[in-house]
């Protein structure tokens, strides 16, 4: 299922349309990437040689050729996330708009070091586009990290910390490793797959480069293919995949305790309501202040803060001689 050949042609010929599950890439960036290191004064004695760098007047049809794939090949309901920087940002969201993909998430990733400037904001953030195909259920796991009621010292939901649209995720550092000329971090990986795919689905990586994706793909329980260009680097990672076992980043994983609002989302009884009014009554006559009883009543009915509140707001509304 991986691919030494140029992902537009090899998608063609080897992916069938709605096949693939979740699509994660990092595109070149049409940025003279293969050159960088004269600018940067970067030592890349250990980087695999090789880099196909995509120029700068080919980049919006070269864009539009590979998303319009990424687009054929995706099931409905399927996810694609797209890791760019800015200088051709604007390509990629004009190549998107060409399709019939919906965006749900312009994500900014922010990493631990920048390019060092003088006379304008270092730049140390990329892109990354959250898009689906639509016609389909779109998978994603709310809870894959976080269970609904876990807070941190402060009291803030985590799992709406972890679900925010900035990321602070460092890269990694591999001195006197054998590395590509980029990769994405194991974390921000572990991090879209798992919100995005279930056990067994396939990911697919357009351009593997490192076959990061690949490898926590496969860590991660899902199935993976992909397409990459460079034969230095294709023929160097092949033999690393062979020692992939399936599955086995999953102990890795935080263990989630299980959900406390069971109830969110199901429609409300006549009875349940009347339960969570007199609950209520009861422990506010006891001298509990109405934010902690919403809080014991939250957690007994299994519903939201904010569903509990508005119950007990529309009974307020409806009877004068209900005690609030």
């Not at 049809?61 to 409905?76: D, M």
């Not at 920048?114 to 259920?137: E, N």
């Not at 990672?237 to 076992?245: A, G, L, S, Y």
């Not at 009875?271 to 957690?299: A, F, M, P, Q, R």
Request: glycine share 6%; proline share 3%; hydrophobic share 30%.
């Amino acid at each position: 299922m991986f691919y030494n050949e140029d992902c537009i042609s090899g998608a063609k010929k080897y992916l069938a349309d709605n096949s693939i599950d979740l699509i994660v890439t990092d595109p070149p960036y049409g940025i003279s990437g293969d050159k960088l290191d004269k600018h940067y004064n970067r030592n890349e004695d250990n980087v695999i040689s090789g880099y196909v760098e995509v120029a700068e007047t080919d980049y919006p049809n070269f864009s539009l050729a590979w998303i319009k794939e990424a687009e054929r090949v995706l099931k409905p309901g399927g996810s694609i996330y797209i890791v760019s920087g800015y200088t051709h940002l604007r390509h990629i969201l004009n190549a998107l708009a060409e399709t019939s993909l919906e965006e749900r998430n312009h994500i900014i990733w922010k990493y631990n070091f920048g390019v060092y400037t003088k006379t304008k904001y270092v730049s140390s953030h990329y892109h990354i586009l959250y898009y689906t195909k639509p016609f389909g259920k779109v998978t994603f796991n709310t809870y894959a990290f976080y269970a609904d009621s876990e807070k941190d010292k402060a009291g803030g939901s985590l799992n709406y910390q972890d679900r925010e649209d900035v990321w602070i995720i460092n890269r990694e550092y591999k001195p006197g490793q054998i590395k590509n000329k980029n990769e994405l971090p194991k974390s921000l990986l572990t991090k879209i797959i798992m919100y995005s795919s279930n056990p067994d689905d396939m990911v697919c990586d357009f351009f593997l480069g490192s076959f990061s994706t690949a490898k926590v793909a496969i860590g991660l329980g899902r199935n993976a293919c992909g397409f990459e260009i460079n034969k230095n680097a294709f023929d160097y990672q092949i033999e690393i995949m062979k020692e992939i076992k399936k599955g086995e980043l999953i102990e890795t994983l935080r263990k989630v305790p299980n959900n406390k609002l069971f109830q969110q989302g199901k429609p409300l009884s006549d009875k349940e309501i009347k339960d969570i009014v007199e609950e209520y009554n009861n422990y506010y006559k006891s001298g509990y202040t109405k934010k902690n009883v919403i809080e014991l009543l939250s957690e007994k009915f299994g519903r939201g803060y904010f569903s509990i509140s508005k119950i007990l707001s529309q009974q307020k509304n409806q009877s004068e001689n209900t005690l609030f």
